[in-house]
Nanobody, 128 residues
Framework: QVQLVESGGGLVQAGGSLRLSCAAS????????MGWFRQAPGKERDFVAV????????FYADSVKGRFTISRDNAKNTVYLQMNSLKFEDTAVYYC?????????????????????WGQGTQVTVSS
């Protein structure tokens, strides 16, 4: 099992930046593909980005491509989401998730059901 704790959310003006972190417990962090999802009020949880076990491969939702960057540090058991040029529509609760079976080369990695472990979420609010 792995436990995930997100941090780094907050209030930011449109055009600004935030960096989310997700700290994982356990010694097998490098065995998991890691994803970020987000959920706005009244909407479904949407895929944002995914990174492979080694960090060598990533995949992004079209809505964030070119603005967000997912990365990981396996020595620190942490995955990051650098968010630049934030827009009002990026406002949501952001969740990190872990999976033993996802790979960014497979489009199925965008599906929430592929992830077994989830953090509690961190709120990101972008003011227009």
């Amino acid at each position: 099992q792995v436990q995930l704790v997100e941090s780094g959310g907050g209030l930011v003006q449109a055009g600004g930046s935030l960096r989310l972190s997700c700290a994982a417990s356990g010694r097998t962090f490098s065995s998991y593909g890691m994803g970020w999802f987000r959920q706005a009020p009244g909407k479904e949880r949407d895929f944002v980005a995914v990174i492979s076990r080694t960090g060598g491969t990533t995949f992004y939702a079209d809505s964030v491509k070119g603005r967000f960057t997912i990365s990981r540090d396996n020595a620190k058991n942490t995955v990051y989401l650098q968010m630049n040029s934030l827009k009002f529509e990026d406002t949501a609760v952001y969740y990190c998730a872990a999976s033993l079976i996802v790979d960014p080369s497979d489009y199925a990695s965008t599906r929430a059901g592929r992830y077994a472990y989830w953090g509690q979420g961190t709120q990101v609010t972008v003011s227009s």
